[in-house]
T-cell receptor, first 111, second 118 residues
Framework: QKEVEQDPGPLSVPEGAIVSLNCTYSNSAFQYFMWYRQYSRKGPELLMYTYSSGNKEDGRFTAQVDKSSKYISLFIRDSQPSDSATYLCALTKTSYDKVIFGPGTSLSVIP | GAGVSQSPRYKVTKRGQDVALRCDPISGHVSLYWYRQALGQGPEFLTYFNYEAQQDKSGLPNDRFSAERPEGSISTLTIQRTEQRDSAMYRC????????????????FGPGTRLTVL
C-alpha cells in the first residue's frame, strides 16, 4: 500500500462548481498536512497547510483533516478556470521530517 | 525578489555519463531540498540540507546519487554513471528554516531540470 493515495483524475468541472479533492494515507504518524498546486510546466506552490485534525479556510479554499479516518480534503468554492492545475497533497510526521507527496489530481475548470 | 533557480533547465546525456545539477536557493533560505518528479506523479523526496549540513539523505535511490551544499547556499546534485531509469524532472526547493511546533515552513520550488538519459 502506498503511503499517500489520490485519485489521479482528470477531474473536469464547469466554472463556478464546488470541487472536492481528496487524499488518503496509511501512517497515523503524519501530523502536518499540506496542499500544493502545480500548474503545467511549473514547480508546486503551497496553497494551505493544517496541523493535526480540523478545518482551515482561506478565501475560496477549505482544507479538512480527519486523522481518525486518515483522510484529507481540499474544497474549492466558485471554481475558476485559473484553478485548472494539478493538486498535490503532502504530509509530514514532524516539522523536521521529509515531506511525502501524493501523486496529484489533475483538475480542469471549464469556462 | 528572485526565486529558486536551477541549471541547466534541460540536460540530455548518454548512459554511463556523470551529470551535475545545480540549485540556487532564495537568498537567506536555510533549508534546501531535492526531489525527483516523474510525469504524472508528485515530487519524490531525495535529500535535504539545513545550512551546509545534510540532514536526511534517505531518499537517494542508490550510491550513484550524491548531493552537497558546501557553503550553505548553492547545492549540487550529482548522478554518476547515469542510467535510463534516472530520466526525470529534478526539482529543488528552499525554505527559511524547518521550524518546530505546529508551524511548518513554506517550500518554494524551482523550475526543475529535465534530465534525459539516452
Amino acid at each position: 500500500q502506498k503511503e499517500v493515495e489520490q485519485d489521479p483524475g482528470p477531474l473536469s468541472v464547469p466554472e463556478g462548481a464546488i470541487v472536492s479533492l481528496n487524499c488518503t494515507y496509511s501512517n497515523s504518524a503524519f501530523q502536518y498536512f499540506m496542499w500544493y498546486r502545480q500548474y503545467s510546466r511549473k514547480g508546486p506552490e503551497l496553497l494551505m497547510y493544517t496541523y493535526s485534525s480540523g478545518n482551515k479556510e482561506d478565501g475560496r479554499f477549505t482544507a479538512q483533516v480527519d486523522k481518525s479516518s486518515k483522510y484529507i480534503s481540499l474544497f474549492i468554492r466558485d471554481s475558476q478556470p485559473s484553478d485548472s492545475a494539478t493538486y498535490l497533497c503532502a504530509l509530514t510526521k514532524t516539522s523536521y521530517d521529509k515531506v511525502i507527496f501524493g501523486p496529484g489530481t489533475s483538475l480542469s475548470v471549464i469556462p | 525578489g528572485a526565486g529558486v533557480s536551477q541549471s541547466p533547465r534541460y540536460k540530455v546525456t548518454k548512459r554511463g555519463q556523470d551529470v551535475a545539477l545545480r540549485c540556487d536557493p532564495i537568498s537567506g533560505h536555510v533549508s534546501l531540498y531535492w526531489y525527483r518528479q516523474a510525469l504524472g506523479q508528485g515530487p519524490e523526496f531525495l535529500t535535504y540540507f539545513n545550512y551546509e549540513a545534510q540532514q536526511d539523505k534517505s531518499g537517494l535511490p542508490n550510491d550513484r546519487f550524491s548531493a552537497e551544499r558546501p557553503e550553505g547556499s548553492i547545492s549540487t546534485l550529482t548522478i554518476q554513471r547515469t542510467e535510463q531509469r534516472d530520466s526525470a524532472m529534478y526539482r529543488c526547493a528552499s525554505s527559511l528554516l524547518r521550524s518546530s511546533g505546529t508551524s511548518t515552513d513554506t517550500q518554494y520550488f524551482g523550475p526543475g531540470t529535465r534530465l534525459t538519459v539516452l
